[in-house]
């Protein structure tokens, strides 16, 4: 299983939001619903051995799991939808149970410790950072955990608490790319087995 936690500081917390302004009145959702769509999307198919965890200001958690996902288009826009529609549910999610709101998305009232913990229980936690090992000199891990952040950095205490759990902070490469993007190279990593296997 390979997971992606995005941590998402300007994410809306409530449905009330624009499907038509994502990158304005939506607090950068765009910058989110594009890492989902970069988790999941192949051509003509879609990754099910992933699981992707949205941090919504540290707040609630919307988990997209690729096994059981269904109605994942390939635009910002329907993604936000499966989003606002997770949201619309938030009344449903009681401690950390979640609440199934479409076929392969749920929500839970977690922020970013309760997710990063939840998820880190079978995984090896793998912080992408541009100051970070080069993803070359790092083996491959079996069951990584990825954690990004949005178009922010992570606030001190985010990274205090990755300090403490990730195995390993690596660099995909010499420029800052962006969280989507970071996404799409992780995978091209484990796909080609640390980039020797084509």
């Known amino acids: 299983m390979r997971q992606f936690v995005v941590v998402g500081h300007d994410a ?4 009330e939001f624009s499907l038509d302004d994502l990158a304005g009145a939506a607090g950068r959702l765009d910058v989110l619903c594009r890492c989902v769509n970069s988790a999941f999307f192949l051509s003509h198919d879609i990754r ?10 540290d707040e609630y958690t ?3 799991d690729g096994g059981d996902l269904r109605r994942l288009n390939p635009d ?3 993604t936000a939808a499966l989003v606002r529609n997770a949201l619309e549910e938030r009344e449903e999610a009681i401690g950390h149970i979640p609440v199934e709101t479409s076929p392969g998305v749920s929500l839970t009232r977690r922020g970013f410790e309760g997710t990063l913990e939840d998820a880190a229980r079978d995984s ?3 912080q992408l ?5 080069p993803v070359v000199s790092v083996d ?3 069951n990584p955990l990825f954690v990004l952040s949005d178009h922010h950095d992570f606030t001190e205490d985010e990274a205090a608490l990755l300090g403490e759990r ?13 969280a989507d993007h970071a996404i799409t190279v992780a995978h091209n990593y484990l796909d080609t087995d640390g980039f020797t296997d084509y």
Do not use: K
């Open 124 to 126: 090896t936690v793998v």
């Open 48 to 57: 099910e051995d992933v699981r992707a965890h949205l941090v919504l200001a």
């Open 12 to 15: 809306p917390t409530s449905p």
């Open 129 to 133: 950072h541009e100051d970070g090992d």
């Open 76 to 78: 910002e826009r329907s």
């Open 62 to 64: 919307v988990t997209f």
């Open 140 to 142: 491959p891990p079996a």
């Open 166 to 178: 990730a195995a390993e902070r690596v660099s995909l490469g010499p420029e800052r790319l962006h």
